[in-house]
T-cell receptor, first 112, second 115 residues
Framework: DTEVTQTPKHLVMGMTNKKSLKCEQH?????MYWYKQKAKKPPELMFV???????INESVPSRFSPECPNSSLLNLHLHALQPEDSALYLC???????????FGPGTRLTVL | AQSVTQLDSQVPVFEEAPVELRCNYS??????LFWYVQYPNQGLQLLLK??????LVKGINGFEAEFNKSQTSFHLRKPSVHISDTAEYFC?????????????FGQGTELSVKP
């Protein structure tokens, strides 16, 4: 089973809202990732958690706040976003074999 | 620093024809290489990967790729494409694997299969 699940599938929020994206995997992987993808572009790495600790932060603005409650769950808390933050947000988990990454279906975020 | 170059941004091809999507990488260390496919409005699906061993790697959906260290290439091939192969294809390399791994992606190749 190589399934990574993400909720919600779609999210529309105003610039003053607070919302959260959720990601879950049950493959026993010890690394989890958040990526942001704009249309017609490759995914851009935002954060990496390795063994439940934040190991890479790609200089992401503080309005994005990641959280890893346990080895199966990854959250991305959103606050005071800008319209340019509208994108597809992808979660991935990394396992054996050089942390081969498996992606979820993504959350399509629209900021009004 | 590692980087990935996908040499074609768009590849149009007729159904049942062969296709090759080209990928070159630069790295000063050993690499792990991946191809992902993304269908419209979906996440990325792993097609195949090269970690070590045989340089010819077979993946899902009839795709294969060959790792060529001397030419720093990892081209993706399929002998006969279907309409359903229409999608965006990304080549990627891993770095920072002691921190959990970081995928460096190419810019993507849009494969368009026409009847």
């Amino acid at each position: 089973d190589t399934e990574v699940t993400q909720t919600p599938k779609h999210l529309v929020m105003g610039m003053t809202n607070k919302k959260s994206l959720k990601c879950e995997q049950h493959m026993g992987h010890r690394a989890m990732y958040w990526y942001k993808q704009k249309a017609k572009k490759p995914p851009e790495l935002m954060f990496v958690y390795s063994y439940e600790k934040l190991s890479i932060n790609e200089s992401v603005p503080s309005r994005f706040s990641p959280e890893c409650p346990n080895s199966s769950l990854l959250n991305l808390h959103l606050h005071a976003l800008q319209p340019e933050d509208s994108a597809l947000y992808l979660c991935a988990s990394g396992g054996q074999g050089a942390y081969t990454q498996y992606f979820g279906p993504g959350t399509r975020l629209t900021v009004l | 620093a590692q980087s990935v170059t996908q040499l074609d941004s768009q590849v149009p091809v007729f159904e049942e024809a062969p296709v090759e999507l080209r990928c070159n990488y630069s790295s000063s260390v050993s690499v792990y290489l991946f191809w992902y496919v993304q269908y419209p409005n979906q996440g990325l699906q792993l097609l195949l990967k090269y970690l070590s061993g045989s340089t010819l790697v077979k993946g899902i959906n009839g795709f294969e790729a060959e790792f060529n260290k001397s030419q720093t290439s990892f081209h993706l091939r399929k002998p006969s494409v279907h309409i359903s192969d229409t999608a965006e294809y990304f080549c990627a390399v891993t770095q920072n694997y002691n921190q959990g791994g970081k995928l460096i992606f190419g810019q993507g190749t849009e494969l368009s299969v026409k009847p």
